[in-house]
């Protein structure tokens, strides 16, 4: 009795084996959202084209997996809805918080990069206290700087983009004391700073200085370069959090591009500047 109960014990984990390694996916295509809209990151080209520094990453982050990416651009604030929902299998720009965490998992990253305000040269706020310097929402000294920016930016409006760590960082921080303005992508953001409806926008510092070296001199980098809280500083792929062989997968090839330098080289590309992940 015993050893037949023990046999048909071993047939039934056998079993469940097998179901489990044939349920395993296989990952050769995999769909890729990006928001084609948030340059120097991504952005679509006038021959409608996407390029910039994740398309970068990818293309050889795909190409040394041996995976064949569909590549597909939709807005950003629908970008976590359709990974969830099964339409896309890996999304490009993803920055980890813990709120994100919650929602979907995150390969190591790509670059790091932190949040600063982008304003008007001649505005109110070309001038933030702690301009320049790199700091913590963490830390005293961070904490510290926050309180004398937003005695700085008081009754003042401040934009960000749906869905971003970034204006969810403006809320919390600076929320009751300014008029907080969401948009559905950066470059609105930048349009409405432009026409003088904004007096700042929090952003990536990336984007942030692409945009300012591009206005001729009318906008500018202001405040300190900040990471630390809900911020997500860590550009990653993200992923659902029941594919963890196609997170593996893509943390394999991630590990060989920075290993080899070609991240640095992409980043010096697209930012003038190396940003990619050290140690």
Known sequence: MNKTITVLAACALSALTFAGAASAKEWKTVNVGVEGAFPPFNATAPNGQLEGLDLDVINEVCKRAKLECNIVA????????????????????????????????????????????????????????????????????GKAALAE?????????????????QLQFVEENFGDAVEVRSYKSSEQVLLDLEAGRLDAQYDNVVFARDRAEKSNGALKISGPLLVGGIQATNVCLGVRKEDGELKEILNKALAELKSDGTLAKISEKWFKLDLSPKG
């Open 74 to 141: 939709q807005d950003w604030d629908s970008q976590i809805p359709s990974l969830v929902a099964g339409k896309f299998d890996v999304i490009l720009t993803a920055g980890p918080n813990p709120e994100r965490r919650k929602t979907i998992d995150f390969s190591d990253p790509y670059v790091i990069t932190p949040n600063t305000f982008l304003a008007a040269a001649d505005g109110p706020l070309a001038k933030l206290p702690h301009d320049g310097e790199s700091l913590s929402s963490e830390t005293e000294e």
């Open 149 to 165: 920016i937003k005695e700085a930016v008081k009754g003042l409006t401040l934009g960000g983009s749906l869905s971003t760590s």
